[in-house]
């Protein structure tokens, strides 16, 4: 089992940033992929980033290259989110959640990631 805490949600006016922190517990030997994703009202569940455990190599969705930066802590086993230039259109819950060795196939699919955090409100104002 792997254990999810996100932190760092909040309320911020278009422009504005925000820091999102994910810490592991657990069966944090066998991370694959730590991924953010996020759910707006009435929205399916959609990937953001997602980070390879070992060796760092990150991926963004479309709507957030450029603007967020996913990066990690790996004595902490701690994953980070950095928005910026944050846009109404990016309020949503957002989620953390790993993929383990030996499951699923995708960085990007929700279906493929094993553990998830509670998630934390974004909100941003225009």
């Known amino acids: 089992q792997v254990q999810l805490v996100e932190s760092g949600g909040g309320l911020v006016q278009a422009g504005g940033s925000l820091r999102l922190s994910c810490a592991a517990s657990?069966?944090?030997?066998?991370?694959?992929?730590m991924g953010w994703f996020r759910q707006g009202p009435g929205k399916e569940r959609e990937f953001v980033a997602a980070?390879?455990?070992?060796?760092?190599?990150?991926y963004y969705a479309d709507s957030a290259k450029g603007r967020f930066t996913i990066s990690r802590d790996n004595a902490k086993n701690t994953v980070f989110l950095q928005m910026n230039s944050l846009k109404p259109e990016d309020t949503a819950v957002y989620y953390c959640?790993?993929?383990?060795?030996?499951?699923?196939?995708?960085?990007?699919?929700?279906?493929?990631?094993?553990?998830w955090g509670q998630g934390t409100q974004v909100t941003v104002s225009s």
């Open positions: 980070i390879r455990w070992s060796g760092g190599n990150t």
């Open positions: 657990g069966r944090t030997f066998n991370m694959y992929y």
């Open positions: 959640a790993v993929r383990q060795y030996g499951s699923g196939r995708s960085y990007y699919s929700p279906d493929d990631y094993n553990y």
